[in-house]
């Protein structure tokens, strides 16, 4: 499996961006599929999840209201709306995806529950 992330930017505060992120290979239709960021010296931090097969969708306290996670109709494809965005907002973006064969599952907001990544997405936000 390979996801590849895209629509990162430069964009000014209260802005938005959507960004898409497709994936090749196969997906499980029971997959949890999620948005996370990491700002320059900063751990990798939980921003939205979903699930492939429709479900719950989770949110960071910091983005709820302000970003909508969401999947493309083949739902190989995950996208995150970001609307009123803030110079917080700024980090690489990455997604990702779950793969439940491996029985490996900490929660939606765990890195270390998503198996494939994409390269990421830069969004800078200015004030």
């Known amino acids: 499996v390979q996801l590849q992330a895209s629509g990162g930017g430069l964009v000014q505060a209260g802005g938005s961006l959507r960004l898409s992120c497709v994936a090749s290979?196969?997906?499980?239709?029971?997959?949890?599929l999620a948005w996370f960021r990491q700002a320059p010296g900063k751990e990798r931090e939980f921003v939205a999840s979903?699930?492939?097969?429709?479900?719950?969708?989770r949110y960071a306290d910091s983005v709820k209201g302000r970003f909508t996670i969401s999947t493309g109709g083949t739902k190989n494809t995950v996208y995150l709306q970001m609307n009123d965005l803030k110079p917080e907002d700024t980090a690489v973006y990455y997604c990702?995806?779950?793969?439940?064969?491996?029985?490996?599952?900490?929660?939606?907001?765990?890195?270390?529950?998503?198996?494939?990544w994409g390269q990421g997405t830069p969004v800078t936000v200015s004030s």
């Open positions: 990702a995806a779950e793969d439940p064969s491996k029985g490996i599952w900490s929660g939606p907001d765990v890195v270390g529950s998503y198996d494939h």
């Open positions: 290979g196969r997906i499980f239709s029971n997959a949890a």
């Open positions: 979903t699930w492939r097969g429709g479900g719950t969708k």
